[in-house]
C-alpha cells in the first residue's frame, strides 16, 4: 500500500502542470529577491548622486522632509551670515545657535549649540552666553587701543618697526580675546551646574564658538560640534578638533578622575557620553568625568578665503569636511549664503541627527 502511495505521489509532482506551479513558485522568489536588490543599489546610487551634485529644483522636492519631526526648522539670515537648523529624524530638536554682532567695533560672535538629554542646556547657551561675551570683548579692545593711542609715537620708526608693532598690538588683542572666551564658557557652565542641582536637569550641549574681528577668526570649541574654513578652490581648513573619549589625551584625563570609557558602536564616558567635553551634564561633572574646558584656535582670512562653517554634528555624520567646503564655495551667493542647501544635502545624504549649519561670508575681508 505504501509503496503504491509513494509511486502515485511521485506521478502528480511530476506532472506538467505541478512542475509549471513549482517553477512559478521559484521564479517569483527570484524576482522579489532581485527587485529588492535592485531597489537597494538604485536607492544607493541615487544618494549618491544627490550628495554630489547641486541640487536643482526637481531634486529640492526630494529634499523636502517628510514627517512631522522633519519639518521643525529654525532659520536666520543676514548680509554676511546664515543659519539654517533642521529636527529631521529625531524626535526632538536641541540644537540651538546664536549671532551677535557689534558693526562698530567689527566683533561678531557665531555659535551652533548641539544639546542632548534634553533642549535646556543648548538654550540656556543661546540666550546667555554672547551678551555678557561681546560686552568683555569690546572692553578689551577699546583697552588695548587706548594703550596703543597713549604711546608717544616715534617719528623715526621705520616702516618695518610700526608692522611689528602693529602685529604686536593684535597678538595681545587677540591673547585678551581668547582668555575671556575661555572664561565666559567656563562662567556659563559653572551657571548650568548651580541650576541642575536644584532642578536636577541632566541635559548638556557642545558649544563651538567663532569669533570673527577684522582679518582674524578665532574658534573656541567644547565637544564634537565641528568649524571648517572654505576657500574658493573649495579646499577644507579644519578649525577645530573632535573631542571624543578615545583620544589619548581625553581618556587619560577621564582615567585619572577615576572613570572609564566604553563601546557601544561608538566610544562613551562612562558608557552614556560620546563627546568627552560639553556644558552641563551634571552627574558626569560632579565627578570631574567631564569638562568644559574650550580649545581655542586662532586663524588668518586670506584673499582666497571665502567662507566659515559651523554646524553639529548632524551635519558632519553626512559629509566630509571637503564636501561642505566644496559646496559653500560653490553656492555662498545663494539665499542662506546655501545654508539651507547644506543641511537639506546632509539630511537626503541619510544624517540620523538634528542638523544644524551656520556660514559666514568672508570674502570682504582678505588679506594678502
Given at each position: 500500500m505504501s509503496e503504491s502511495f509513494t509511486f502515485y505521489m511521485?506521478?502528480?509532482?511530476f506532472r506538467p502542470g505541478t512542475l509549471a506551479a513549482l517553477l512559478a513558485f521559484i521564479a517569483a522568489i527570484l524576482l522579489c529577491h532581485s527587485?529588492?536588490?535592485w531597489f537597494h543599489l538604485f536607492m544607493k546610487r541615487l544618494r549618491y548622486v544627490l550628495c554630489h551634485y547641486s541640487p536643482g529644483e526637481n531634486i529640492k522636492l526630494l529634499v523636502t522632509p517628510s514627517s512631522p519631526h522633519d519639518r521643525r526648522a529654525l532659520e536666520y539670515h543676514s548680509e554676511y551670515a546664515s543659519v539654517y537648523a533642521l529636527q529631521g529624524r529625531r524626535p526632538r530638536m536641541e540644537d540651538r545657535?546664536?549671532?551677535?554682532e557689534d558693526e562698530e567695533q567689527d566683533v561678531h560672535l557665531y555659535g551652533v549649540f548641539d544639546g542632548h538629554g534634553?533642549?535646556?542646556t543648548a538654550e540656556y547657551a543661546e540666550k546667555h552666553l554672547f551678551s555678557s561675551m561681546l560686552r568683555k570683548l569690546v572692553a578689551a579692545k577699546q583697552k588695548v587701543m587706548n594703550k596703543v593711542e597713549d604711546k608717544p609715537s616715534d617719528l623715526e620708526a621705520s616702516d618695518e618697526s610700526e608692522q611689528q608693532n602693529a602685529a604686536n598690538n593684535n597678538d595681545t588683542l587677540l591673547s585678551e580675546?581668547?582668555?575671556i572666551i575661555s572664561e565666559e564658557i567656563l562662567s556659563l557652565d559653572a551657571s548650568l551646574l548651580e541650576i541642575a542641582k536644584a532642578t536636577r536637569d541632566l541635559s548638556g550641549s557642545t558649544a563651538l564658538v567663532a569669533l570673527v574681528h577684522g582679518s582674524d577668526v578665532l574658534v573656541a570649541n567644547v565637544g564634537d560640534s565641528r568649524g571648517v574654513m572654505c576657500d574658493s578652490r573649495g579646499m577644507a581648513i579644519p578649525l577645530s578638533f573632535d573631542h571624543?573619549?578615545?583620544q589619548l589625551k581625553e581618556h587619560r584625563r577621564i582615567k585619572e578622575a577615576g572613570g572609564f570609557i566604553t563601546f557601544s558602536g561608538v566610544w562613551r564616558v562612562a558608557g552614556v557620553l560620546a563627546t568627552s567635553r560639553a556644558l552641563g551634564d551634571f552627574p558626569l561633572k560632579e565627578r570631574q568625568l567631564l569638562v568644559a574646558q574650550p580649545d581655542i584656535l586662532s586663524f588668518r582670512i586670506e584673499n582666497e578665503t571665502c567662507g566659515l562653517v559651523l554646524a553639529t554634528d548632524g551635519l558632519w555624520d553626512a559629509l566630509s569636511n571637503e564636501d561642505a567646503a566644496t559646496f559653500v564655495s560653490k553656492h555662498l551667493d545663494e539665499p542662506y549664503h546655501g545654508a539651507r542647501s547644506l543641511v537639506h544635502r546632509a539630511y537626503i545624504?541619510?544624517?540620523q541627527d538634528n542638523i544644524c549649519a551656520l556660514i559666514v561670508d568672508l570674502r570682504s575681508r582678505g588679506t594678502s
Open positions: 511521485w506521478l502528480y509532482l527587485t529588492d536588490l545657535f546664536s549671532i551677535l534634553g533642549e535646556f580675546f581668547s582668555k571624543k573619549p578615545q545624504a541619510g544624517s
